[in-house]
């Protein structure tokens, strides 16, 4: 999931968290981020959509200790821990490639510890929707919801109140170029699998810019995201699961 801000981010697609999220259809025009629109309110100039970076689906990233990690891949990793750990809210857009090339956009926000909500552009139906300890996928033509633990999604890390990849996940690879810093994390479940979470963050601004999630199948959903806001304060009941209007999804 979010897979994600966040998730994601989602941050968050049916293969990619706990593989639960479907993939939304692509909308048939790109998002207009210079009309209000009724997104998320962004300080500083308006960004236009980025160009999410695809990791080369061959690459084999090889599972290792963190004590083989030099002292430079340790600094990354712990600036990286502070980054996220000094976020309390988050909003922005994102920009959605799910496994089978499909482009998807809208807006998301955060909320710390543990709430998030991706809210897709026409014509996806597709919200998704995390209280703090459960994520919904919710199908706004079908009224329909799927209900998932939090604890059980890679955007459990994204939305902690305070996180140290060092010694709270399984970092298994930390590396840096003149443009991002990127950490991966893996997780090994009896029943589901192996998933892998790949964070990027901004060389230079240190920023949040994408994530990418592979699925026990090798599968690869990734949200990059922009016009960031760390300053927005939220309403709660955004993130409020309603299980009065929208029921579970059949079968």
């Given at each position: 999931?979010?897979?994600?801000?966040?998730v994601?981010?989602?941050?968050v697609?049916?293969?990619s968290?706990?593989q639960?999220?479907?993939?939304?259809?692509?909308?048939?025009?790109?998002?207009?981020?210079?009309?209000?629109?009724?997104?998320?309110?962004?300080?500083?100039?308006?960004q236009?959509?980025p160009?999410?970076?695809?990791?080369?689906?061959?690459?084999?990233?090889?599972?290792?200790?963190?004590?083989t990690?030099?002292?430079?891949?340790?600094a990354q990793?712990?600036?990286?821990?502070?980054?996220?750990?000094?976020?309390q809210?988050?909003?922005?857009?994102?920009?959605?490639?799910?496994?089978?090339?499909?482009?998807?956009?809208?807006?998301?926000?955060?909320q710390?510890?543990g709430?998030?909500?991706?809210?897709?552009?026409?014509?996806?139906?597709?919200?998704?929707?995390?209280?703090?300890?459960?994520?919904?996928?919710?199908d706004?033509?079908?009224a329909?919801?799927?209900?998932?633990?939090?604890s059980q999604?890679?955007?459990?890390?994204?939305?902690?109140?305070r996180?140290?990849?060092?010694?709270?996940t399984?970092?298994?690879?930390v590396?840096?170029?003149?443009?991002?810093v990127?950490v991966?994390i893996?997780?090994?479940?009896?029943l589901?699998?192996?998933?892998r979470?790949?964070?990027?963050?901004?060389?230079?601004?240190?920023?949040l810019?994408?994530?990418t999630?592979?699925?026990?199948?090798?599968?690869?959903?990734?949200i990059?995201?922009y016009?960031l806001?760390?300053s927005?304060?939220?309403?709660?009941?955004?993130?409020?699961?309603?299980?009065?209007?929208y029921?579970?999804?059949?079968?």
């Amino acid at each position: 999931m979010a897979g994600v801000l966040l998730v994601t981010a989602a941050m968050v697609t049916a293969t990619s968290l706990a593989q639960s999220v479907p993939v939304p259809k692509p909308a048939p025009k790109g998002r207009d981020a210079q009309s209000g629109g009724g997104g998320p309110a962004v300080t500083g100039a308006t960004q236009t959509p980025p160009t999410p970076v695809i990791p080369d689906p061959r690459r084999n990233v090889p599972s290792s200790i963190f004590q083989t990690f030099d002292a430079n891949q340790k600094a990354q990793a712990a600036k990286v821990s502070a980054y996220l750990s000094s976020l309390q809210t988050l909003v922005g857009n994102f920009v959605q490639v799910g496994p089978d090339g499909s482009k998807t956009q809208g807006d998301f926000y955060i909320q710390k510890p543990g709430k998030v909500r991706f809210e897709y552009d026409a014509p996806s139906p597709i919200d998704i929707v995390a209280d703090g300890s459960s994520l919904v996928v919710r199908d706004r033509k079908l009224a329909t919801q799927d209900v998932y633990p939090l604890s059980q999604t890679p955007l459990r890390f994204l939305l902690s109140d305070r996180i140290d990849l060092m010694k709270d996940t399984n970092v298994v690879n930390v590396s840096a170029d003149d443009v991002f810093v990127s950490v991966t994390i893996e997780e090994k479940q009896a029943l589901v699998g192996t998933s892998r979470l790949l964070l990027m963050f901004g060389a230079k601004d240190g920023q949040l810019k994408q994530w990418t999630v592979t699925d026990p199948q090798g599968y690869d959903t990734t949200i990059a995201v922009y016009n960031l806001d760390s300053s927005k304060k939220l309403d709660p009941g955004m993130f409020k699961i309603d299980f009065t209007n929208y029921g579970p999804a059949p079968g």
